[in-house]
């Protein structure tokens, strides 16, 4: 089967830095699929270059069978999207906005009504249709992002960072929203997060970022099937030499040191705490606190990149300089 | 079909929000009473020209000067959709990059022509000489006047990314164009320096000015060049910066 959005080694290249590299991605019909990755990972570069907003400096995308460069009002017609920042008019109220957008989707004039109230009432903004979206609080105006992302019936919603800012209820909202739109409406649905929750709770397959490349692809149950086993999270006094025992000793080979802690992947997590313990006594190492839990996300993007997704610390940036930050701290 | 309707969206947005920001429109009330009323009675002890007191003189060229400060000025709404994002909006929509810039033009034109029109019910009550017939005269050629001026403002702010850098670049194109239009003062005659002369030939707001001049001033003003010259020129000059504008609003990076 064809994918509804294929890549070809679509690349963009920004002032020498390359934020998105020979990205060869197939998304299937209908299903909900994620970026997940760090910021500046090149997620957002992508989902622009899908979108038509930026020019692939080679390779090439095709959208719903439209070439992304020489097709892309084709492109444009097929899809939806709500991207990271807001993008909606505040001097406009909420129905003015969505009006507009029905009328530069060219959606016929006598459904325009219907198709509003409907995707109103599907993130619950009835109420507030009728008010400037100034005020709006950032939860709503998102909401009202989604529905007019959905006026005009496209094929791919693309959703960049739908709930970065928001509060855990709106989230869960969010969530729900889109859940619901791959099951009723057949919507293939793109995100990009850089929260792992997110891609776990919402997507049947994701696509791990780092530096512009796809170093994972697959469902989040079988990503997490990949650590084999459990994650065993050790604090203790000193971490680097008990790091460098368990190996010696144990023949432990998925050790990662995060922030004076160390984690050890393992087949079956119960029966190695004791020994753990143990060793550390020997060599008089104080163990602080040792724990063990089922693998997430977290530690799948940690098996392969060797980082946690959020380990620089700092200001949040995004785009360019976000991309340009990564590249230095490579 | 889709691409009208594209052009009548975007035309529609841009004066809704211009007749909902109150500020802007009861502000701009002010300059033009200012120059007319203050500069205009000051100067006017400096001697009148020809058989006109200045304020009559000046009063074409304040709304000259209205319809280009203001046309300059909508390029701010390309840097605000910008940092707020609405941008992205427009520019993901499958219509044409043609159809957005002209209906950004065509908006923002009507604006600036609202606010022309301010001006002109000002001179009224200033004591000039006004009419319907007049007035009707003026629309289209204010009309006109805009459209290149409000591409200059556009293909400008689709180059900068804040506004800052823009208020800076605007007043640097504003003020040569205002003062090099004799739109304050005569850029043709014996005392005029040759220079000045020059490069006001140059100056589409030159042509523009002096065709608002013929119709409102009528007999009492000597035209620089005939009416259908003035407007040809300015209509040469609109073709040009519409194109140079909607190539400008078509790269994509």
Known sequence: ?330 | MTELRGFYTLWLREVKRYLRDRVRIVSSFFQPLLWLAIFGSGIRFSGAIGELTTQQYIFPGIIGQTLLFTSMFMGISVIWDKEFGFMKEILVAPVSRVSVFLGKMFGDSTDAVIQGTIVFLLGTLLGIKLNVFIFFEVLPVMLLITFGLVSIGLTIASFIENLESFGVVQSFINLPLFFLSGALFPVRGASIPGWLELVSNFNPLTYGVDALRTIILGEAWQPLYPLYYNLFVVCCFDAVMIVIGTLAFSRRK
């Open chain 1, 1 to 330: 089967m064809k994918g509804i959005i294929e890549t070809d080694q679509l690349t963009k290249i920004f002032d020498g830095i390359v934020a998105v590299d020979k990205l060869d991605i197939t998304v299937e019909q209908g299903e909900v699929f994620a970026l997940l990755g760090p910021n500046g990972a090149g997620k957002t570069t992508t989902i622009s270059m899908l979108c038509t907003i930026l020019k692939p400096t080679s390779g090439t995308a095709k959208v719903n069978g439209f070439d992304i460069y020489k097709q892309a009002t084709q492109v444009r017609k097929s899809i939806g999207i709500v991207f990271q920042d807001p993008s909606i008019d505040d001097r406009l109220t909420g129905r003015e906005n969505l009006y507009m957008h029905a009328n530069l989707y060219g959606v016929p004039t006598s459904e325009q009504k219907s198709r509003i109230e409907n995707v109103l009432k599907l993130v619950e903004l009835e109420d507030r249709a009728g008010d400037l979206l100034r005020t709006y609080s950032s939860g709503m105006r998102r909401r009202l992002e989604i529905a007019r992302g959905l006026i005009h019936y496209p094929k791919v919603l693309f959703l960049d960072e739908p709930t970065i800012g928001l509060d855990p209820q709106t989230r869960e909202h969010i969530w729900t929203y889109i859940k619901d739109l791959k099951e009723e409406h057949e919507i293939t649905v793109v995100l990009t997060t850089h929260y792992m929750d997110e891609a776990d709770r919402l997507s049947d397959r994701i696509g791990i970022m780092d530096y512009g490349k796809i170093i994972a692809l697959d469902t989040p149950a079988r990503l997490k099937e990949t650590l084999e086993g459990d994650v065993i999270t050790v604090n203790a006094t000193d971490p680097q030499r008990l790091s460098s025992i368990l190996t010696e000793k144990m023949s432990l080979q998925k050790i990662h040191m995060v922030d004076k802690t160390i984690e050890v992947t393992v087949r079956s997590g119960k029966n190695l705490l004791p020994r753990i313990v143990e060793l550390a006594t020997e060599n008089n190492i104080y163990v602080e606190s040792i724990f063990l839990r089922e693998p997430n996300l977290d530690d799948v993007f940690l098996h392969y990149t060797g980082r946690t997704i959020r380990e620089e610390g700092g200001k949040e940036l995004h785009g360019v300089s976000a991309i340009k930050r990564r590249a230095a701290i490579r």
